[in-house]
């Protein structure tokens, strides 16, 4: 006689974003026994917002962010909330460092966009991003996975494509 397999169990905690769009409470969702649960921390304590068999889950991840689907509700899970604020400061830095014709400071706030983007992956993986994802997808879940690197490369890839792009087109202008 064979025992069944058991469930890997593993725990994702994070911030949960508020469906109001008003900030973040602590958020955890965990997987075990074939069962998703996503708990919110308010102040009576955790609470369960909702708990669902591990196959009616769609799980979707993208750098350092969980979305959760069930029942036609979708939760958003972020391992670093402070990052998404940073993440527009460096943005507006390097921004103005290019109308102002200063690289120095462009240079700096590249810097500090890629420091912050190591700081949420290393979130992620504190937060037991790889470990969740990897239960979900054993426990039954449907689970898809965008990275940083797809991301990068991406990212690359079009600006790859707009180069070529423009080199042609600069070619059969001048040749015309």
Do not use: H
């Amino acid at each position: 006689m064979t025992s069944p397999m058991p469930f890997t169990r593993a725990t994702f905690s994070g911030a949960l974003v508020n469906p109001a769009g008003n900030g973040y409470v602590p958020g955890n969702v965990e997987v075990g026994d074939g069962w998703v649960t996503l708990w919110a921390l308010t102040p009576d304590g955790w609470t369960a917002v909702f708990r669902a068999q591990a196959p009616e889950v769609s799980v979707r991840s993208t750098a350092q962010k969980i979305r959760l689907s069930v029942g036609g509700q979708q939760y958003l899970l972020l391992a670093d909330p402070d990052a998404v604020t940073r993440a527009l400061g460096y943005s507006t830095a390097g921004a103005v460092a290019a109308v102002l014709d200063r690289p120095v400071a462009g240079a700096a706030a590249d810097v500090g966009a890629l420091r912050n983007q190591i700081s949420a992956a290393n979130s992620w993986n504190v937060g037991g991003g790889p470990q969740f994802l990897d239960a979900a997808r054993q426990s039954g879940a449907r689970v898809s996975r965008l990275g940083y690197g797809a991301i990068a490369a991406i990212g690359c890839g079009a600006g790859i494509a707009v180069v070529l792009l423009v080199t042609v087109i600069t070619v059969l202008i001048i040749t015309l």
